[in-house]
């Protein structure tokens, strides 16, 4: 069975040939994640098929990723610890003739919004996507005013689902973690609400006022230090990777609510020496964990700089697998094409982290014996007798899409990897169809 019969084997659209053609198309989107649609399908007759499902009245985006959430929660199971991470990206499809929608960041733009769950351990595997939420914003109106739900609600709403897992999975701790958008007050007012059902970790963005006087951000920088943590930052955002040191401080803390004081944790890492020129690092950190000790302030650090897992989740949706570049007509079809896109990413990303985390894997647990066999083909390999380790074949694939694999140049990328992809799904097409001539 392969990758996309596994996953979506629990699919049920009330029509056993959509159920197949969704197989299908997952595993040809899968196999060239940078074609467009007809790019990937095999011929006219396919690629009609795919659009058919697409905008199929049985067809929703949320029906499509049920399979997946239900064997993201089965991975789940297997780990004590969970990091929900939630973030929101703009898709700009400005320009397209495409019913339904909304205005981004700047009003004449046209696009959607996604806000999803993105779950990985701590160790940064990723185990599925969850909750997503997909919307076109309405347009101000003559007074300036958008109407339509508050979008901050979707924070809330995350965490609260959230909890809900916590409650159904009592020996896998889940834990939301979020940026500075989720430093909203209802949302900490509802998690004590339901007990911290869920553990919580928001990067701090407002500077709020304390029961007893004074300012919170002040009050931290007058706090003892727990000691401090040294870490690889990577590039990104017009960064350059480098190392950083920060010192950690931590206090427990009352603050101020209409609904009654909310104790809560807070914790700041501050880097120290940073380089001449160079923004210091700077994190203020809310949790409901209480920090004694450098330990746990270092856990909880780890837990925030795996945050950064969803923003190479979201790079792999739009460079990798170029979501923005959809021609569909309505809406409802692109919201149904990202759902299939979204398991793509995740399983794009899921080989990336599998063959740095756990190398020795065999390569069949994630590969079809074709796929590992072309791996060294295309390579000019002879394939081994016995199953290859997963990073093995994880690196051969990268190599394809450019990769190196010289000494001090580490484990490959997703870029790598989703563009070796592709050569190996032509090479599995070439074997298949010359076995099918003998």
């Given amino acids: 069975m392969n990758w996309a019969a596994e996953e979506f084997k629990t699919l049920n659209l009330d029509d056993a040939r959509l159920n197949a053609r969704t197989v299908l198309l997952a595993e040809r989107l899968s196999n060239k994640p940078t ?28 029906a499509l990723l049920e399979p997946h959430w239900a064997n993201s929660i089965e991975r789940m199971r297997h780990h004590p610890v969970v990091l929900n991470i939630q973030d929101t990206t703009e898709l700009n499809f400005n320009g397209r003739q495409t019913a339904g929608l909304g205005p981004l960041s700047y009003e004449a733009q046209r696009g959607l919004y996604l806000h999803p769950t993105y779950v990985i351990t701590p160790a940064r595997e990723p185990l599925g996507v969850l909750d997503a939420w997909i919307w076109a914003r309405e ?40 940026d500075r958008e989720a430093d909203i007050l209802a949302l900490l007012i509802k998690a004590r609400d339901l007990g911290h059902a869920a553990d919580y970790l928001i990067r701090c ?14 009050r931290l920088e007058q706090a003892q230090a727990l000691g401090d943590i040294t870490f690889s930052l990577p590039a990104g955002r017009g960064r350059k990777a480098r190392t950083v040191t920060q010192r950690l401080r931590a206090e427990s803390i009352e603050l101020k609510s209409p609904a009654g004081n909310l104790h809560v944790t807070f914790l700041l890492a501050e880097e120290i020496d940073p380089p001449a020129g160079v923004k210091p690092v700077v994190w203020r950190l809310l949790s409901n964990r209480a920090v004694e000790n450098l330990e746990q302030a270092v856990e909880l650090i780890d837990w925030y700089r795996a945050r950064w897992e969803i923003e190479q989740f ?29 398991v793509v990413s995740w ?27 072309a791996a060294y083909i295309l390579n000019k390999k002879r394939p ?23 000494k001090g140049d580490g484990e490959p990328g997703a870029k790598t990897l989703w563009l070796g992809l592709r050569d190996i799904a032509v090479c599995v097409e070439g074997m298949r169809f010359a076995r099918e001539l003998l």
């Fill in 347 to 373: 399983r794009i990303n899921r080989l990336m982290r599998l063959g740095r985390n756990l190398p020795d894997l065999p390569a069949d647990l994630l590969f079809e014996a074709d796929e590992w066999r």
């Fill in 205 to 218: 963005q407002h500077n709020r006022a304390l029961p007893d006087g004074g300012k919170l951000w002040a």
């Fill in 384 to 406: 081994p007798k016995e199953m290859p380790s997963l990073n093995a074949v994880v690196r051969l694939i990268a190599q394809l899409g450019g990769f190196l694999g010289r």
């Fill in 314 to 342: 979201f790079l792999i949706l739009k460079e990798g697998c170029r979501i923005e570049a959809l021609q569909l007509g309505e809406v409802e079809r692109i919201e149904n094409a990202l759902a299939l896109y979204l």
């Fill in 139 to 178: 347009p101000k109106n003559t007074d300036g005013v958008r109407d339509g739900v508050k979008e901050s609600t979707r924070w809330i709403e995350g965490y609260e689902r959230v909890a809900e897992r916590a409650n159904a999975l009592p020996q896998t701790r889940q834990v939301y973690v979020a």
């Fill in 35 to 62: 074609e467009s649609i007809p790019g990937a399908c095999h011929g006219w007759a396919e690629t009609q098929a795919a659009y058919r499902l697409l905008s199929n009245a049985k067809t929703s985006w949320q």
